[in-house]
């Protein structure tokens, strides 16, 4: 079992930036493939990034490519998303996942979520 706690969101404006922080703790942190999603009002749940926790490689949705980043500190079993020239689009419940498949958009394939946290873009 993996437990994930989600932190950082808040209200920006349009063009700040803002930093998820993702905890992780239960089971060994490595091996798996961390993901960030979210979910709109009204929206399905969309892709975000993802990344190994014991490589480098990663992976982005075409909408936050070049925005934002995805980046881990195993010493801490955290995971971030760095959110910078933050749009109102943005603006959503950002969640956090864990599962063992390879770099995968599809949130099947995720066993393991947390509550959100959520990121207000607004001026």
């Known amino acids: 079992q993996v437990h994930l706690v989600e932190s950082g969101g808040g209200l920006v404006q349009p063009g700040g930036s803002l930093r998820l922080s993702c905890a992780a703790s239960g089971r060994t942190f490595s091996g798996y493939y961390m993901a960030w999603y979210r979910q709109a009002p009204g929206k399905e749940r969309e892709f975000v990034a993802t990344?190994?926790?014991?490589?480098?490689?990663?992976r982005y949705a075409s909408s936050v490519k070049g925005r934002f980043t995805i980046s881990k500190d195993s010493a801490k079993n955290t995971v971030y998303l760095q959110m910078n020239s933050l749009k109102p689009e943005d603006t959503a419940n950002y969640y956090c996942?864990?599962?063992?498949?390879?770099?995968?958009?599809?949130?099947?394939?995720?066993?393991?979520w947390g509550q959100g946290t959520q990121v207000n873009v607004s001026s």
């Open positions: 996942a864990a599962g063992a498949r390879y770099l995968t958009d599809d949130p099947g394939d995720y066993a393991y």
């Open positions: 990344s190994s926790v014991s490589s480098d490689t990663t």
